[in-house]
């Protein structure tokens, strides 16, 4: 697959509890962004790496963290999970901070009940 | 926020007919993209333009761009029944291009 690869597509959690998304770039796109999207409305921008270095964040609640690895893949921690986390988490990446042709993921289906 | 008064939240046409979507923003930017997104499916870029443009084409689709009036409108002729999905207007909030910030979106229906 040369598209931006996001595992696991699907998961179930309970309320407190923890998961790991995993966000793969195309190869060689350095710039790697998360997203959170619920109940199909607006993407809410939660947090940008570029070249392992995190640019900016968003909305990212303190329960999480990213981290982006030396092949550039990303992943989220999430902790302490609550209902309201329920969503739709895509990753998107780019060739490089400050160029805007982004190609996201399928997304990851988190589920916290 | 970001962005001003929005676009209409949803549309419904009839297959063949051409459709015209707006956005506005609040903040500078140096692109507005335009993106679709499929149900189940990752936000897919259909057009960038550029602060320095006017107006891009597409195939079936038209961008335009006002810096005065920090607005931007998405056209599609022709419209198909796989045309039917979200439209979301998006700039980069002055960032240069380093994220991408998405404004509430378009449902269109495309009905055949």
């Known amino acids: 697959d040369s598209g931006v690869v996001q595992s696991p597509r699907h998961i179930i959690k309970e309320k407190g509890g923890r998961s790991v998304l995993t966000c793969i770039p195309i190869s060689g796109h350095s710039n790697v962004v998360w997203y959170q999207q619920t109940l199909g409305k607006e993407l809410k921008f939660l947090i940008q790496h570029y070249e392992k270095v995190e640019r900016d964040k968003g909305f990212l609640p303190s329960r999480f963290s990213v981290q982006q690895f030396d092949d550039y893949h990303s992943e989220m921690n999430m902790s302490a999970l609550e209902l309201e986390d329920s969503a739709m988490y895509f990753c998107a990446s780019s060739l490089r901070g400050g160029n805007s042709d982004y190609t996201f993921g399928s997304g990851t289906r988190l589920l916290v009940i | 926020s970001q962005w001003g008064e929005e676009n209409l939240q949803a549309l419904s046409i009839q297959e063949g007919e051409d459709v015209t979507m707006n956005c506005s923003y609040k903040?500078?930017?140096?692109?507005v993209q335009w993106y679709r997104q499929k149900s189940g499916k990752g936000p897919a870029q259909l057009i960038l333009i550029r602060s320095n443009e006017r107006e891009k084409r597409s195939g079936r689709l038209r961008a335009t761009l006002d810096t005065s009036s920090q607005s931007s409108s998405l056209s599609i002729t022709g419209t198909l029944a796989t045309d039917t999905a979200v439209y979301f207007c998006?700039?980069?909030?002055?960032?240069?291009?380093?994220?991408?910030?998405f404004g509430s979106g378009t449902r269109l229906l495309v009905s055949p």
């Open positions: 903040t500078y930017t140096t692109v």
């Open positions: 998006a700039t980069d909030a002055g960032t240069g291009g380093y994220k991408v910030v």
